[in-house]
């Protein structure tokens, strides 16, 4: 969608819900300073800010996940107090996490209404809760069986399940906290679409989002939060991709360049004939044939859309999927036969796309998620030495520049964006020779993009060999010494860092917009 498709609305009248001086402390932090909030009717309004800045602690508020320390929840012109989410969607408000929250074991259809069953005088009516999954998975164009089981599907259709059940909740305000972070670019369109069509039935949007020039596109109003703060507000027409990074970082941010002056080393990975099956149809090549060279010092970044095979030939390499054919050289040695822990021992270092299911472990702390995939190294006789462990995980916190009270925080104390860097971390940690990285920004805002391509670049000028799948076409403008895209399982078209964006996105076959 066009940034002109849809025209801003501005917002009128009284607000249907309001942050009143709201202050949040969890011991001695304050992620909320005061902050004064309004959500209009039929509007989207949406809130930037740099991963800790507070905004998901303001919308577990606004949606009753979390209470607030002080301060007032103002609805359609009362103060209210919301015991837990359920009280809260039967206000009417409902938030889409960041996080999934589905249950993988699950049918979609159970998913959709786990919790608001639809009954009848035999008990839970199934079929009455098949036909409106088929309509509302119709509505946002996925088109799956409602009793396929959640665990099946790839990421960004999980994601636009969690979508899909706040739809049905009929809600008239409802919460979008990095809604698009996992769809490919025809999956954002319809949901645009889905969200116009709300707005103009009278439903307000909160939006929450670090991919900025797309959440320009649906904005009404914008609202900037910094360190707790809100620090910037202002109409859609009134304000551009300069202002929303001025004032949520106080500069201007870029992704960095190519790191240069010195020479490419030997060839430290040799991927060569690689073929992958897609497991659901295993006569259908998701990689197909596929090779690439990338020398010591070199940054190749990948780009395709969804679907174009970038994160299975990553896996496939670093040995979390098998290869129908092919073969995986480091240097001289052919690694294709080993496992992914012999992998990892060998120098190949993987960070997934999906960091909560494959990247951290929940119930451990940030020293603890850093120190896992290299815990052997602490090993002195027949006991792990905590002094060796608390002194390698507080480098790495410092390396990739992590925003935690200490090694000792729970994971799920952090930010998305900041957990994504504990994943970074803990594989940059084991000291790779050749690091892939799997949509390494997902959920990360301007700011910590900035510092871990800027940490990339840095481990390249050591001899790193580096190798980054993205969808976003200005990360592969950023530190990439070649971009390699692919399509179809195959590559498409190879450039260097000179090449322009139209390029880039008419070889992988996604329309360039006027």
């Known amino acids: 969608m066009s940034e002109q498709s849809r025209p801003a609305r501005q917002p009128e009248g009284a607000p249907v819900l309001s942050a009143r001086d709201v202050v949040k402390t969890y011991g001695a932090t304050r992620a909320l300073k005061g902050v004064n909030f309004d959500v209009h009717r039929g509007t989207v309004t949406t809130l930037f800010g740099e991963n800790g800045a507070g905004k998901s602690t303001l919308m577990k508020i606004l949606s009753g996940v979390e209470q607030p320390t002080s301060g007032t929840i103002i609805l359609d012109g009362e103060e209210v107090t919301f015991a837990d989410t359920n009280d809260a969607r039967d206000h009417g408000i409902s938030i889409i996490h960041q996080e999934l929250s589905l249950a993988p074991n699950l049918s979609v259809r159970d998913n959709l209404f786990m919790g608001s069953e639809l009954r009848n005088g035999l008990g839970v009516d199934y079929k009455e809760e098949e036909r409106r999954s088929r309509d509302v998975l119709a509505e946002l164009g996925l088109e799956i069986n409602p009793l396929t089981q959640v665990s099946e599907l790839r990421l960004g259709q999980q994601q636009l399940v969690e979508i899909a059940r706040a739809l049905l909740a009929d809600s008239r305000i409802l919460i979008m906290d990095e809604p698009t972070s996992a769809l490919s670019a ?115 970044c990948i780009y395709g859309l969804m679907g174009a095979g970038r994160t299975e030939l990553l896996e496939a390499v670093a040995g979390r999927i098998p290869m129908v054919s092919g073969s995986v050289r480091m240097r001289e040695d052919e690694i294709s036969k080993l496992s992914l822990r012999e992998r990892l021992a060998s120098g190949l270092g993987l960070v997934p796309e999906d960091r909560q299911r494959d990247g951290l472990v929940q119930t451990m702390t940030v020293g603890q998620n850093i120190s896992l995939a290299s815990l052997g190294t602490f090993v002195r006789g027949l006991f792990v030495s905590r002094d060796l462990e608390r002194s390698h995980t507080e480098d790495a ?118």
Request: charged share 25%.
């Open 186 to 300: 025809a999956e954002v369109e319809i949901l645009f679409g889905v969200i116009n069509d709300l707005t103009s039935r009278g439903v307000s949007i909160v939006y929450i989002s670090h991919h900025l020039e797309e959440a320009l596109q649906v904005t009404d109003y914008a609202v900037v939060l910094r360190d707790g703060s809100i620090t910037a507000n202002g109409l859609a027409k009134d304000i551009d991709l300069e202002w929303i990074v001025r004032n949520m970082v106080g500069e201007n941010f870029d992704l960095g360049s190519p790191p240069t002056g010195y020479e490419f080393g030997q060839v430290a990975l040799d991927i060569d004939e690689i073929s992958v099956a897609d497991p659901k149809e295993p006569g259908r090549l998701l990689v197909d044939h596929m090779s690439l060279q990338v020398r010591e010092g070199e940054i190749v």
């Open 397 to 514: 916190i410092r390396d990739v520049r992590v925003k935690t009270a200490g090694g000792n925080a729970l994971i799920g104390s952090l930010s998305g964006g900041n957990q994504q860097k504990v994943v970074i971390g803990k594989i940059v940690s084991t000291g790779p020779k050749v690091l892939l990285l799997d949509e390494p920004s997902r959920g990360i805002d301007v700011g910590a993009k900035a510092e871990v391509f800027r940490l990339i670049a840095e481990r390249a000028r050591e001899g790193l060999a580096v190798v980054y799948s993205t969808s976003e076409v200005g990360e592969c403008l950023s530190i990439a010494h070649r971009i390699i895209v692919m399509r179809r399982g195959k590559i498409a078209a190879e450039f260097g860092p000179s090449v322009s964006k139209e390029e880039i996105m008419a070889s992988s076959g996604e329309a360039v917009l006027a």
